[in-house]
């Protein structure tokens, strides 16, 4: 069995917001780790949504269902980035 076609419908969305997003928290974007540190806190912030062909999630949304959608990623990557800044900077008193 192969599995390696199935992937998060999540991940590339909010992969491309986190990188959008990057050049508002300079201090988060000059780290790669810590870019990887927001994705990963805002997907765990996401229901999963686990799909074998973009496709396949797209066919069965409606435009009101993807225009949620959008903005749960958004509001996720947001939390994530002050999250992981909130974090350093409670690290940096330390």
């Known amino acids: 069995m ?3 076609s199935l992937y998060n419908h999540h991940e590339r969305d909010v992969f491309a917001v986190v990188m959008e997003t990057a050049p508002q928290f300079p201090e988060i974007a ?10 990963c806190v805002a997907l765990n912030r996401l229901p999963p ?6 496709v396949d ?4 949304l409606t435009q009101s ?10 509001e996720a990557v ?8 909130a974090r350093l900077a409670l690290h ?3």
């Open 49 to 54: 949504r686990y799909i074998r062909h973009q």
């Open 30 to 39: 000059s780290s790669a780790d810590l870019l990887v540190d927001v994705a």
């Open 57 to 60: 999630y797209a066919f069965y």
């Open 92 to 94: 940096s008193r330390n």
């Open 65 to 74: 269902e993807r225009l949620e959608s959008d903005a749960a990623v958004k």
């Open 78 to 85: 947001d939390y994530a980035f002050n999250f992981v800044r």
């Open 2 to 4: 192969d599995f390696t």
